[in-house]
């Protein structure tokens, strides 16, 4: 495998994908606050042990850390094991 | 479910996008008068545009079944030339006149520089003089906080303001709340990437019920969808709401705030 280096500057990426990534996060906050109303609203219960909200914790944190392959990673995240 | 868009630029649509937009039950647009994506070259440009708004863009509406009503107003990205939007303003009385006009919009701020407030002013004193209703656009992105902040300072320190016949459009998650509880309609934009999605605008409706919320698609010439209103509806439809709610929002407030101008003379069918 040879790599294919990106035609674009990092600044360009940026700016052409700022405010897409913007939206994304804000998106993803709604979703976050819609859970924690879904919640306090019905009384229903806590999905803080849900393997789900467990794994999607697990993936923001890991989207914070220092790339390379962080799509990689996410992707292992949310992926079943597999024992050789 | 019919539908009204309170704020859609249709002088950049298709004749296609009205044709769909009324089979999918959009009955009412108000058209705010704005920025065509490049700065006018004289008044007479905006006169045309004005024309535009009031005899032609209301015809191609008549045709696809849909009533239009238009907002005589210069946007903030042109408020910046204070002599020029002087010009214009000074144009406004003789369109505000027209018998398809609701008021004075959109106006606002872009930047918030002390340019666009001065000509701001001076739209709010004419439509306050005239007892016209008012539709505000708050700036996009970093300068919306700091701007609808502003508008809502200057609004609330003049006395004569009903906020029953304001209009503070484009909120979200940060204004939303400043707008409502000072008495005024919130609008709430449907946008691909900025401003607001159906499914933020359904959250914000939960959070703070349906009561003085308005919902558009500022469908206009960039990035945005003329049938971003039945997108709502359809998202209030998946997460269970009752019909009269979603009715509310899409149909009756918009009718509530625009049957307080003069001209609104549409009849609801049935
Ligand atoms: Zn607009």
Redesign the interface.
Known sequence: MSNQPSPLAASDILDKQF??V??KL??LA??F??LD?AVADKNSASIDTNLRIVKIREAVARLLEAGPGRAEAIQLIFSLPYDE | MNYIDPHIHIAARTTDDLALMAKMGCVVVGEPAFWMGYDRSGTSSFRDYFRQLTEWEPKRCADAGIKHYAWMGINAKEAEDVAFAKEVVAMLPEFLDRHNVLGVGEIGLHKCTVNEMATLKSLVELGLSRSELLLFHTPHLEDKYKGTRMILDMLSEDKRVDSARVCIDHCE?HTVRLVLNEGYWAGITLY???KA?P??AA?MV??YGPDHILVNSSADWGPSNPFAVPEFIAEMRRRGHAEAVIRKVVYDNPLKFFSQSKNFNFQPAE
């Open positions: 405010l897409t913007r939206s804000i998106d709604a979703t606050d819609r109303r | 998650e691909p990437t900025t999605t499914s933020r959250d939960e959070i």
